[in-house]
């Protein structure tokens, strides 16, 4: 099994409805981030969680919202999804205690809104 | 706040080329930087990382050496292969690299036989 998982790998939704993307992880991390990722954009930082705690906003968090449900489980949610927010979207993990080792990633969620 | 900028892509090379991709950053502090690689239909992968100055990461013959005196951590490979095709991301983390990573845009690398 993945150590970062997502659920779902793609999806299609339409304009308006509410939709969650799910991520778990099981290399015992504490600190989760949601990015989504553009074409020509990079990678931008939705929200992120260094502890179950601990919510932060990133860059981009207008439209978003985030629940660390435990320590390995972080969803993202679109409460009224817009085409704009049609993107690829992924989940990392990393290590408060281990330094500068970058992160895990998983492989993605391709989310689409019509 | 902390950037980082890559050279725009798309870059294509024949097999067994020379690759460089340059990155530069703009960071207070001594951030730790890293190279990500995305292959096609997959998340990223650490490449390689240096955490402070004149340190060279290295990996799969991929290098790349934190210059702060020029503030940058270019990319180089001595003969690239149709393997490494894929996208390449430069990246920091603020002072201590227990911070959010910063990335910059991307750069896409298609290597021909």
């Known amino acids: 099994d993945a150590d970062v998982t997502q659920t779902p790998r793609n999806r299609i939704t339409k304009t308006g409805k509410r939709i969650m993307l799910e991520c778990s992880q099981t290399?015992?991390?504490?600190?989760m981030y949601w990015y989504r990722q553009d074409p020509g954009l990079g990678l931008r930082l939705i929200y992120y969680s260094f502890d179950v705690k601990d919510i932060n906003k990133g860059e981009i968090s207008d439209g978003y919202s985030v629940s660390r449900q435990a320590q390995a489980k972080f969803s993202l949610s679109l409460e009224s999804a817009i085409p704009n927010q049609t993107a690829l979207y992924f989940c990392?993990?990393?290590?408060?205690?281990?330094?500068?080792?970058?992160?895990?990633f998983g492989s993605g969620t391709r989310l689409t809104v019509v | 706040g902390d950037s980082v900028t890559q050279m725009e892509g798309p870059v294509t090379l024949s097999e067994e080329a020379f690759l460089t991709i340059n990155c530069t950053y703009t960071?207070?502090?001594?951030?730790?930087l890293f190279w990500y690689v995305q292959y096609p239909g997959e998340g990223l992968q650490l490449l390689l990382k240096?955490?402070?100055?004149?340190d060279k990461g290295s990996n799969k013959g991929f290098e790349a050496t934190y210059r702060k005196e020029t503030t940058s951590f270019h990319l180089e490979k001595g003969s690239v292969q149709v393997s490494d095709s894929a996208v390449y991301f430069c990246?920091?983390?603020?002072?201590?690299?227990?911070?959010?990573?910063?990335f910059g845009k991307g750069t896409k690398l298609t290597v021909n036989p």
């Open positions: 290399k015992g991390h504490d600190r």
């Open positions: 990392a993990t990393s290590d408060s205690g281990s330094g500068a080792v970058g992160y895990t």
């Open positions: 990246a920091l983390s603020a002072s201590g690299g227990s911070e959010k990573l910063v």
């Open positions: 960071a207070t502090g001594y951030p730790s």
């Open positions: 240096a955490t402070k100055a004149d």
